[in-house]
């Protein structure tokens, strides 16, 4: 399986913005989901966003929607997540995964479960 590699990550004051990356290219040509996490040590990793390649589909949870967004670069053959309106609660470390399998016949883009193939992480700090 291809290493994945986000990027991007960094230290940014409440209310602004990064934009994190990950290489694609190994997935651009599929319907396979590449999903964007964060950790918090000691707490559970979250889901943040998803995107199913080729499909248009696009996935987020509650806590972000509205202010990142995830997309392909095409012609970079990246998936890029796009994180406006930070706060503190944002700080974490933040993941690309990718090669989603279904649990139970059923897919879960959001879920850390859905993926086998995991990037080492980016780290984002946002202070207030």
């Known amino acids: 399986q291809a290493q994945l590699m986000a990027s991007g990550g960094g230290s940014v004051q409440a209310g602004g913005s990064l934009r994190l990356s990950c290489d694609a290219s190994?997935?651009?040509?599929?319907?396979?989901?590449m999903g964007w996490f964060r950790q918090v040590q000691g707490r559970d990793r979250e889901g943040v966003a998803a995107i199913r390649f080729n499909t248009g589909r696009l996935y987020y949870s509650d806590a972000v929607k509205g202010r990142f967004t995830i997309s392909e670069d095409s012609a970079k053959k990246t998936v890029v997540l796009e994180m406006n309106e930070l706060t503190p609660e944002d700080s974490a470390m933040y993941y690309c995964a990718a090669t989603a399998s279904t649990l139970n016949g059923q897919w879960f883009p959001l879920s850390p479960k859905t993926y086998r193939n995991w990037g080492q992480g980016t780290q984002v700090t946002v202070s207030s």
């Open positions: 190994t997935y651009s040509s599929t319907n396979d989901f």
